[in-house]
């Protein structure tokens, strides 16, 4: 099978090689991938900024989707030819998490999804909604999971509220759907204008440009007679003083992302004085997965995605990453031939 690897860091030296298909042991489930998404997280393991010191060579990539090719002994939940997707953690099956289940993250500390088939345990697999191609369902284990458990398990959103997305990255078009699906009242942040009128067709109430307007917490607060309910944080230390402006009193900001880095001096005043509920989200559990693709299934959400790349333009797709042109999701689609 053909598999890329991190040797050493930096996207030109992504390495496709040939690597002998493994196959599955007792509780084990051999998995031919169709797709695979990326995420900022992948680019940054392949960069090197994420882990200086992840152990090479290193399959890239958490998010992938596929069907079951074989499966060992003893497994019951899934058969050959099932579309799966892997699970982010494949330790964090359910309940809290734990520093035990947040080991074996595909992609860091396990070998990833940008392969041509890959071993995963039983429980690391979930079935995907039907209606959903292959590529549409690699975007899945990492962003929407995210978005799910920031918008209902961390901001426990309701009918009539409001939630504040920045961006249109994978995560931040995900809590846009999810929120509007719950009925919720969605504002949105973008440094483009045309981005923001693309996710204006996909229910996003109102927008500020931060590059004309960066005063957008003020303009949220004010957009919302008070604050928002709920702020899906994506950006990090150069965002997360302004997040906290914008949230109402007694409101969450979900903490999720570090675009513009980890570092900053805090003021906790606003904290501490409008009782904010700050939570950090480090993806999710099996079950939340499972929880989100019941939701997906009901109400027939589509994923967005927004650029296809064959598999022998690994590099391209991380590339286009990079470059932070994309809306929604950026997916590399894996042989035709399985």
Request: proline share 5%; net charge neutral; charged share 20%.
């Amino acid at each position: 099978m053909k598999a890329w690897r991190i040797t050493s860091f930096g996207i030109d030296n992504l390495s496709l090689d040939e690597l002998p298909t493994p196959q599955p042991g007792p509780g084990q489930v051999l998995v031919a991938v169709h797709a695979v998404s990326l995420n900022y997280r992948d680019l940054s393991m392949v960069k090197g900024t994420y882990n200086p010191k992840l152990k090479m060579p290193r399959i890239p990539c958490s998010d992938g989707a596929g069907v079951v090719e074989s499966i060992g002994e003893g497994v019951t939940t899934v058969k050959p030819g099932d579309k799966v997707a892997g699970i982010f953690m494949q330790n964090w099956l359910d309940g809290a998490p734990a520093p035990s289940k947040q080991k074996g993250a595909l992609g860091g500390d396990i070998d990833g999804m940008l392969t041509e088939y890959v071993l995963l345990s039983e429980a690391g697999v979930v079935p995907v909604p039907a209606h959903l191609s292959h590529e549409e369902a690699a975007t899945l284990p990492c962003a929407g999971v995210t978005a799910w458990n920031a918008v209902v398990n961390a901001g426990g959103v309701r009918a009539g509220q409001t939630i504040l997305i920045q961006g249109t990255g994978g995560v931040s078009i995900f809590a846009l759907q999810f929120g509007k699906a719950l009925g919720a009242r969605v504002l949105g942040t973008s440094g483009s204008d045309e981005k923001l009128e693309r996710a204006k067709a996909l229910g996003l109430d109102a927008s500020t440009n931060y590059r004309k307007a960066p005063d957008w917490d003020k303009w949220a607060a004010e957009a919302s007679e008070g604050g928002v309910d709920l702020v899906v944080e994506v950006g990090g230390s150069g965002t997360l003083g302004k997040s906290l402006q914008a949230v109402k009193t007694g409101g969450t900001v979900a903490q999720i992302g570090v675009l513009t880095g980890v570092e900053q001096p805090l003021g906790i005043g606003p904290i501490l004085h409008k009782q904010i509920r700050l939570q950090g989200i480090y993806v999710g559990s099996r079950e939340h997965f499972l929880e989100m693709n019941k939701a997906i299934t009901q109400l027939s959400i589509k994923p967005v995605v927004d650029k296809v790349f064959p598999f022998a333009d690994a590099r391209k797709a991380f590339r286009t990453m990079e470059e932070a042109s994309h809306f929604g999701k950026i997916v590399i689609r894996v042989g035709s031939d399985h």
